[in-house]
């Protein structure tokens, strides 16, 4: 089997209302790939699909695949400079096998966690067109509509926040971005969950130190300190 088929087999387990590789609702989105594809012909260049347990009680969030990252891969942070720190800290953390990803097929497996992103395809210059995140929204909201309960989701980064609220049905005043910020979300019969605010761990938001591991690992022990109170 080859690598490029493995990548695509591997969105099997994700129901079709939250992932679709043939999607080409964005146009724009839709022909850079086409054009990626024909520069970099060894690349996935599709929508990428969530990576991880579909049932996971932690999912994070993240904005959309790099260029020569999750495009290039098929699996969202693995290649990207971003996924270094995410890992590393998935690891420390007990949600990950390993510390590093370094291809979609290197054996990396999460525990009891998932990461999406709210675009699925690679947008120019890393920044997605408003529309292009309202016509993604629909698969993060069949993502996240069968959380478990005690789930917590974490953000990266303000546009992951809103659109994970806008695929909840909540509005983004009462529960404005902060790095550092938890949100109570409303869950019926007296669920809990909780949404996590945090800068995205990208090469210039490191390199600038607006977040730094110390940081991002706070992040994580609040999330850690939520599910052991969901829990008792």
């Known amino acids: ?46 929508p990428v ?65 998932r990461i999406t992103n709210a675009v699925k395809c690679l947008p120019p210059n890393n920044k997605p067109l408003p529309e292009e995140i309202r016509n993604c929204n629909g698969y993060l909201a069949a993502e996240l509509c069968t959380l478990p309960d005690g789930a917590a989701i974490l953000a990266l980064g303000r546009i992951a926040h809103e659109a994970t609220l806008r695929a909840l049905g909540l509005g983004s005043r009462a529960y404005p971005f902060a790095h550092g910020a938890e949100h109570a979300l409303p869950r019926g019969q007296g669920g809990t969950a909780r949404l996590f605010d945090c800068y995205h761990c990208s090469r210039y938001n490191t390199n600038t130190r607006r977040l730094t591991g110390a940081m991002f690992e706070r992040v994580f022990a609040s999330i850690a300190r939520f599910r052991t109170d969901a829990a008792a």
Request: hydrophobic share 40%.
């Open 1 to 46: 089997m080859s690598r490029l088929h493995r990548r695509e087999s591997d969105h099997a387990a994700v129901p079709a209302a939250a992932y679709d590789i043939d999607c080409r609702r964005c146009p724009r989105l839709a022909q850079f790939l086409d054009q990626v594809l024909v520069e970099n012909p060894g690349y996935f260049c599709r």
């Open 49 to 113: 699909p969530p990576f991880g347990d579909m049932n996971a009680r932690l999912v994070i969030v993240g904005l959309a695949p790099g260029m020569h990252g999750a495009n290039a891969s098929g699996r969202p942070f693995t290649g990207d400079y971003a996924g270094i720190m995410l890992y590393a800290t998935l690891h420390k953390f007990g949600y990950a096998n390993r510390a590093q990803s370094l291809s979609a097929d290197d054996g990396l497996k999460l525990i009891d966690a």
